[in-house]
T-cell receptor
Framework: NAGVTQTPKFQVLKTGQSMTLQCAQDMNHNSMYWYRQDPGMGLRLIYYSASEGTTDKGEVPNGYNVSRLNKREFSLRLESAAPSQTSVYFC????????????FGSGTRLTVV | LAKTTQPISMDSYEGQEVNITCSHN???????ITWYQQFPSQGPRFIIQ???TKVTNEVASLFIPADRKSSTLSLPRVSLSDTAVYYCLVGESGANNLFFGTGTRLTVIP
């Protein structure tokens, strides 16, 4: 099925551990995004990639790094996890310049203890 | 980016029409208005987008007055499955830094 696939769906980390969240889309979209959503809050943009080979900071980039591996894949890395990074992380993609909106993945629920 | 203001929550009975209004006083000439729906434990889903007047699709209608400083998402005859959070976003079509805000939590009551 076409869409955005995120792995893993759930993860528990200890403070200071590192991990990479994976995201892949098969819709040939050129733009990809990482958002975080805290309980009862809206989504906040962490990083985005307007096209393969480019990445830009969003609203809350501190503590994260990203890699646009190819047109399909956009990963988010936490180098040293902190409890403040406990959240649900959503990856999304879009075909910039159209009005079809963003397609979101089902999310990764991350807990840092 | 134009910020938006929408009600925090709304309740409605099944079968009623629901209208959710969003204010965006600082909307720019090139900005579009887009609405998303988010169910618990899922990512948001694109519902509808418009620039001016009225847009309708199989899910909802979007009404935008001439001054474009507000917009209204209309959901006809809601069912329990329409219980979700609805986000109003304003930005250029295809923009890469859309601001989601906290949305409107709609609860449909039997």
């Amino acid at each position: 099925n076409a869409g955005v696939t995120q792995t893993p769906k759930f993860q528990v980390l200890k403070t200071g551990q590192s991990m990479t969240l994976q995201c892949a889309q098969d819709m040939n979209h050129n733009s990809m995004y990482w958002y975080r959503q805290d309980p009862g809050m809206g989504l906040r943009l962490i990083y985005y990639s307007a096209s393969e080979g480019t990445t830009d900071k969003g609203e809350v980039p501190n503590g994260y790094n990203v890699s646009r591996l190819n047109k399909r894949e956009f990963s988010l890395r936490l180098e040293s996890a902190a409890p403040s990074q406990t959240s649900v992380y959503f990856c999304a993609s879009s075909f910039a310049g159209t009005d079809y909106g963003y397609t979101f993945g089902s999310g990764t629920r991350l807990t840092v203890v | 980016l134009a910020k938006t203001t929408q009600p925090i929550s709304m309740d409605s009975y099944e079968g009623q029409e629901v209208n959710i209004t969003c204010s965006h006083n600082n909307i720019a000439t090139n900005d579009y208005i887009t609405w998303y729906q988010q169910f618990p434990s899922q990512g948001p889903r694109f519902i509808i987008q418009g620039y001016k007047t009225k847009v309708t699709n199989e899910v909802a209608s979007l009404f935008i007055p001439a001054d474009r400083k507000s917009s209204t998402l209309s959901l006809p005859r809601v069912s329990l499955s329409d219980t979700a959070v609805y986000y109003c976003l304003v930005g250029e079509s295809g923009a890469n830094n859309l601001f989601f805000g906290t949305g409107t939590r709609l609860t449909v009551i039997p």
